[in-house]
C-alpha cells in the first residue's frame, strides 16, 4: 500500500517531519510518500494561504506519476479536500476530521490546540462543516507561529502543554487534538505532562487511511464528489497536467 501525505506549505522541513510521523503509525507493509506543493507560502495561518495550498495540493497530487492507495492532506483546518475528492478515485482523509472522529472515540468531549488566534475561526468552522463541531468542548491557540513550532520546540511543548491542561480544567476536555501538521510527533510530551490521551492528526489519518483501502472503499461520486465536468479553463495558472484533467 502507498499512501501520499501533502503537507499544505512548502517548509520542506515541515514535511519531512509530517513523513516521518506518518511513517510512525504505518502498518508493516504501508510506503508513506510525503509530498511539498511546488508553490505557495511556507505557513498556512489564514484564508488566502489555507485557498491558495488548496490549489497547490491539487496540482501537485494530480502531477503526481506513480500509483498510489490513497492521500491524506496534512493541514488542519484547511481548504481543499474536496477538490481532491472530486478530481481522484483513491480515499482522501483530512486530518482535520481524522483526528476529531479518532478523539471521539476516546472520550466524551475533546479541545483542539493550534497555533494562532487567527486560525482558531477556520478550524471551528471546517469542524462544523463536517458535522463533529457537536462534541469539541473548545479550540484554543498557543499563540505560537507555524514556523515557530520547528524553530523553539521547547517553547512550542510549553505553550501546547499550558493550552491543554486549560481546556481540561475549564473546558471539560477529555482528550486533546493537535490542531497543526507541523505539531507532529508531539503528542508524547503534550500527554506525559497532562495525563489525556493526545490525537496527532497525521497518525490518525494513516490508521483511517489504510482502513479504507483494506475494506476496499473510496469517496462516493454519484453526486456531491462526482468528477469535475469538463469544460473549458481559461488563464488556468499552474501546470499543464491539471488543466487537462479537468479541460479534456
Not at 23 to 45: H, K, M, Q, V, Y
Not at 53 to 81: C, L, S, W
Amino acid at each position: 500500500m502507498r499512501i501520499l501525505v501533502l503537507n499544505v506549505n512548502t517548509t520542506a522541513s515541515m514535511t519531512r517531519s509530517i513523513g516521518d510521523s506518518a511513517r510512525s503509525a504505518a502498518s508493516p507493509g504501508t510506503e508513506i510518500i510525503e509530498l511539498t506543493p511546488n508553490f505557495g507560502a511556507d505557513s498556512c495561518e489564514g484564508n488566502f494561504e489555507s485557498y491558495l495550498a488548496a490549489i497547490a495540493v491539487m496540482d501537485k497530487v494530480v502531477n503526481y506519476t506513480e500509483p498510489y492507495d490513497a492521500v491524506i492532506q496534512a493541514g488542519y483546518g484547511e481548504h481543499g479536500r474536496e477538490g481532491l475528492q472530486e478530481l481522484l478515485d483513491v480515499p482522501v482523509v483530512d486530518i482535520t476530521e481524522a483526528a476529531a472522529s479518532t478523539a471521539q472515540f476516546l472520550g466524551h468531549k475533546y479541545s483542539v490546540v493550534t497555533t494562532l488566534d487567527r486560525t482558531v475561526p477556520l478550524i471551528e468552522d471546517r469542524l462544523k462543516l463536517a458535522g463533529l463541531s457537536e462534541r469539541c468542548a473548545s479550540v484554543r491557540a498557543s499563540g505560537l507561529s507555524v514556523l515557530e513550532l520547528e524553530s523553539d520546540a521547547d517553547r512550542a511543548v510549553a505553550a501546547i502543554v499550558e493550552q491543554s491542561r486549560q481546556a481540561v480544567q475549564n473546558d471539560k476536555a477529555e482528550v486533546i487534538v493537535l490542531g497543526c501538521g507541523g505539531m507532529a510527533e508531539l503528542e508524547t510530551k503534550v500527554a506525559a505532562a497532562t495525563g489525556v490521551p493526545i490525537v496527532d492528526g497525521v497518525r490518525a489519518a494513516v490508521t483511517i487511511a489504510e482502513s479504507l483501502v483494506r475494506l476496499g472503499l473510496s469517496t462516493s461520486k454519484v453526486r456531491t464528489y462526482a468528477t469535475p465536468r469538463r469544460k473549458v479553463i481559461t488563464g488556468w495558472p499552474i501546470t499543464k497536467t491539471t488543466a487537462n484533467l479537468i479541460r479534456g
